[in-house]
């Protein structure tokens, strides 16, 4: 067992949610967890990424070596591209459709979803959709973890274990719609 | 001891807990701020109380943690890289001193410059002070060096650096705890020869300090931390701190037949050194930061065998990669793809609702009526004042030199000289330049630009807050120069009119612009 998975979006979207979510389901299976994180300056609405490493066997690098990512799951869709040399030849791409405008000349939205397909095997997920479905706008985040399990090498049963143990203490409500995000998310992958 | 997965940063704080500390003294700086937040947040299961409230800046910081060593407890301080700058005094000077309770200065580099303005390797400080340094190569090793560095500090007298750099600080890992220690009784130290740095006793210190360098040495060779990994083939590669993760990486990845000597402890250890040299003839240098040892070891005219970043084999800037060591090892590796074109950039920017935005705007507005603009800047969010669309400042270099530099200038004979600066960063060192400018009555204007909190690293507790007026009013600006505004946009014109009224004003005038952090103020 070993994946390595970029995790993208922009400073405030909670990356670091679904990186969390990851990482327990990876203890729990007594696998070694490595997590790489941006704090600081780009979180004012800057570009983050955060490269999780899942092992069986020790891991060294706290980085992605580049063209060695399994999987690159990002929020937002430009932020998708912006890791593309992380990404493996077989490796996939998991994008939310939903672009966050913050910059003056944010790519034209056809153009970009052009890009994404010509770059990878993909999947891009109305993530905004499905968390309205799921009841909160709020789980877009586990939305995307949902549609990106297929490719964690995790599974299923012990990703839900986790999102029951990360949203816990918030209360019994907050674990149902995160569940029922990730289920949406997930069914929207395999469909 | 169960599994805990942690950060760099909480693996040192968790250690530093369990060393027993008694207090944590620090000022807030990426990528070393998580240190202490998380001593925060979790006091020692015992009981015991350790004190962690943020300092004014690293020098007070430092000092009083070397205040809690005399009294014969562990203390941790904890800075960014340029914070050691500020703390430079009291670092120097302790390694003459010496110590009573343990004390680790945790310094956090930021090779890459991820939120920095430079990107200085403390190694450097550590050498120049004649202390040992320790560099772990991953959260479990930050937190038994950190243990251990208490240990070592206690045994030999004198302050440890622990030096980390952003990647081990923010990224996590799982590490295993060992038993908590006791905390320190209280006793003082009482040995004034020592403590005194008066020329007769700090001869005799200094003195001493050299004679230990050879147990320091020793102390390297004999680390656990430091070792080989042997190899048949002739080459090899000297890995210093995390820069032995990169190594690692390659050599299991592509199985190759090179030998690797890991080194985390510092003075350099002279038998490993001369053992792996005498051994190996194509060696690769890795150090994440200033190629400090790869100087010392090639010696200033070179030595063919020794490779690294001088000839190129590394960058001389920016932290390591896996990809570097890779091609500095001749590895081929895949082509890989680019970034498409179509991916814009994403700076970091002020956030919606920020109070520097409306300040921004009133400052702007004032400038456009003078033939050239000039803001000298500061520290802090309001530096992104700098990015479009703003363009507001002219200048930003090191905490509290806004208001030095603009007096500075106004010495020279600008007019106006206009400064602004953050409320955190003025308590850190803003208010002595304010000194120098009331006494001179220097014509220039500082704008406090009062958010109520430490907003760039993360909102901690700005040290001044609800006192700037009466700090000002106490150092001798009058009164009736010192005027509070609220940025908000309905209040643009009066801020503006108030703001160039001042401008006019041949002698010192504050602004204190205050309105809450809009993330602060979410919470
Ligand atoms: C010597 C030094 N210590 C710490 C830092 C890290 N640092 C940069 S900005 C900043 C805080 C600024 O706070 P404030 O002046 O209140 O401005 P705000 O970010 O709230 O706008 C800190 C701690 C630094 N750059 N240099």
Redesign the interface.
Known sequence: MNKNIIIAG??GQGILTIASII?LAA?NLGL????????????????VES?LRISSEE?????I???KADLILSIEP??A??Y????S?EGVIVTATEPYK??????EEE??MD?IKE?ATHLSVDAGLLARKAGSPKSFNVVMLGAASPYIGIETEELEKAIRLFFGRKGEEIVNVNTKAFRLGKEYATE | MQ?Q?L?GAEAIAQAALDAGISGVYAYPG??S??ITEFIQRSQPENGASVRSAWATNEKTAFEAALGMSYAGKRSLTCMKHVGLNVAADAFMNAAITGIHGGLVVTVADDPSM??SQNEQDSRVYAKFAMIPVLEPANQQEAYDMTRYGFELSEKIKLPVMLRIPT??S?????ITRAIPREQNDLSPSGDKTKWILLPANARKSYQRLIEKQQELIDASDSSIFNKIIEEKGPMGVIAFG?A???T??VV??YNLPIAVLKISQYPLPKKLISQFTGKYSDILIAEEGYPVYEELLKGYFGNGKFRGKFDGALPRTGEL???LL?KALKVD????????S??????????KGCSHRDLFDAINRVMEEYPEHHLFGDIG?YT?GAL?PYNAISTCVDMGASITMAKGAADAGMRPALCVIGDSTFTHSGITGLLDAVNDNTPITVIISDNGTTA???GQNSAGSGRYYNICKGIGVEEEHIRPITPLKKNLEENSRILKEELNYQGVSVIISQRECIQTARK
Request: glycine letters at 8%; proline letters at 10%.
């Open positions: 922009v400073g990482d203890m070694q967890v490595k997590q790489a994180e941006v704090h600081g300056m780009s979180q004012r609405g800057g570009a490269h891991i060294y690098s706290d980085l070596p580049l063209g430009m932020e591209l912006r593309l040399p992380f990404l030849p913050n910059i003056a000349h944010y790519p153009k970009l890009t770059s | 599994k997965l950060l990426t990528p701020t998580e991820h939120s990647r081990l923010h990224s996590r890992a799982t995390i032995y993760n990169y690692m990486e299991k990845t990669t896996p990809n890779a590796t895949e082509e890989t793809r680019s970034i498409p179509i991916v814009a950039g994403r700076p970091p920017m002020l956030c969010c992104l479009p760039m690293t993360g």
